[in-house]
Nanobody, 131 residues
């Protein structure tokens, strides 16, 4: 089991930028896809972005495409979500997550986007976009 700890959330004005980080406890993190989800009050987890273990493949939700960038530094066992041109509707708790691949998916360019495909989750970090 990989423990994940997010940081970097906060209050930002519309149009501003923020980078949230996700530090893993285990080096097996480097073998797993990384995902970012968010949850606004009263809503379900919403997929934001995901990246394969190698960082060669990425997927984004339509609502953040062109504004957010997912990345990872496997040497530091850390994932990132750079958020630019933030909007009030981006306000939510942001979670990082990792998915343990099956044998057939190990070291392949698997980029899961459904929350039920992910096994380990961080505690979340609040991002508030408001003037």
């Amino acid at each position: 089991q990989v423990q994940l700890v997010e940081s970097g959330g906060g209050l930002v004005q519309p149009g501003g930028s923020l980078r949230v980080s996700c530090v893993a406890s285990e080096r097996t993190f480097t073998n797993y896809p990384l995902g970012w989800f968010r949850q606004a009050p009263g809503q379900d987890h919403e997929f934001v972005a995901a990246m394969s273990w190698s960082a060669a493949s990425t997927k984004y939700s339509d609502s953040v495409k062109g504004r957010f960038t997912i990345s990872r530094d496997n040497a530091k066992i850390t994932g990132y979500l750079q958020m630019n041109s933030l909007k009030p509707e981006d306000t939510a708790v942001y979670y990082c997550a990792t998915a343990v691949p099956s044998t057939s998916r190990l070291f392949r360019e698997w980029v899961p986007t459904a929350s039920n495909e992910y096994d380990d989750w961080g505690q979340g970090t609040q991002v508030t976009v408001s003037s």
